[in-house]
């Protein structure tokens, strides 16, 4: 076998070799015949003629993402910036179209992305942006759908991924967040004391209620039992005013020996002889003495007093006028 013949088989072998060839899934594969579009062929094993034709392009027909950062501002003149993601693929329909009709489709998706945020953010505040990116996102969904779909591409979904203002406009509306923050911690403190306080005032309110009405009832038992002891006294023929005297003086003492039995209290008596205090125990005696007398008084005063009867013109004075009475 001579060599030129060994040479032309294996030519012919790879060239045999290179008729066939894969596709892999989710991809297709653009033939072209002499430089003009032949055909698109699908995952598998494809067969093509060697030398005439010859594999122009592989297509990707996964869903694919471009993150877009575009710088705009906002209607209240605050600069941000805005983190816009585009997820899309090819149309397997149209792969002529994306493969052919768009040289670079990233950059065509990122300039309808600019024009679109551009267009929509200066019409919003800042506050407004954030509620409403939401409708950011569907309005370059629109757009990129209407303008994409001539060329082969399906935009699946986009997103505002994020929204970054300058960093003094993010310090300044934290300063304002934790400002309304302290004001309405501030408003829940004030409540809670003005509750405290309320609740505090009514405890102390009833406090001396119970306490006026303790210390009445103790007065009105002391009273009752003063009566009781003053009938006791007079029933073994003591009189009011020395019954009284004896309970004064037998107070007194009580009182002392009350005062004496805490360890921790101080006793001053003024004045601090014994002839002073013998007189000032007979001060209150008679004081006590007084008061009874002066009770007797006014009971004899209250008591109706009988009209005088009048007077009788006595014998030798028949001719005087009778003298009247005042």
Do not use: C, W
Not at 246 to 255: A, E, F, M, P
Not at 269 to 291: H, I, R, W, Y
Request: avoid cysteine; aromatic fraction near 8%; charged fraction near 25%.
């Amino acid at each position: 076998m001579s060599i030129p013949f060994i040479i032309i088989l294996v030519f012919g072998f790879f060239i045999f070799l290179s008729s066939f060839f894969t596709v892999k899934q989710q991809s297709s594969v653009v033939i072209e015949r002499f430089g003009k579009f032949l055909s698109v062929r699908n995952s598998g094993l494809q067969l093509k003629i060697p030398i005439v034709d010859r594999i122009a392009g592989r297509v990707n027909l996964k869903i694919q993402q471009l993150d877009v950062i575009i710088e705009t501002k906002t209607k209240d003149n605050v600069f941000i910036k805005m983190k816009v993601s585009v997820q899309f693929k090819v149309i397997q329909e149209k792969v002529y179209d994306a493969f052919y009709k768009l040289e670079y489709p990233h950059d065509q998706i990122t300039a309808y992305v600019f024009d679109v945020v551009r267009a929509e953010v200066p019409k919003l505040k800042l506050d407004d942006v954030f509620e409403r990116k939401d409708d950011i996102a569907i309005a370059v969904k629109r757009e990129l759908n209407e303008a994409m779909t001539t060329y082969g591409y399906d935009i699946i979904n986009t997103l505002v991924t994020d929204i970054d203002p300058d960093i003094q406009v993010k310090n300044a509306m934290n300063r304002i967040n934790a400002a309304d923050r302290e004001k309405t911690a501030a408003e829940f403190e004030a409540e809670s004391s003005r509750i405290r306080i309320v609740a505090k005032a009514k405890a102390e309110a009833e406090s001396k209620r119970l306490q006026g009405q303790g210390i009445a009832d103790q007065r009105r038992e002391i009273a009752r039992g003063l009566v009781e002891s003053v009938e006791v006294l007079n029933n073994v023929g003591i009189n009011s005013q020395e019954a009284s005297a004896l309970i004064v003086v037998t107070q007194h003492y009580d009182t002392l020996q009350a005062i004496g039995a805490d360890a921790n209290s101080n006793l001053i008596l003024l004045p601090n002889s014994p002839q002073a205090g013998s007189d000032m125990l007979n001060n209150m005696v008679a004081s006590f003495s007084a008061s009874n007398q002066v009770g007797e008084m006014m009971k004899k005063n209250n008591k109706k007093v009988e009209k005088p009867k009048p007077i009788q013109p006595q014998s030798g004075y028949e001719d005087e006028a009778t003298p009247e009475i005042k």
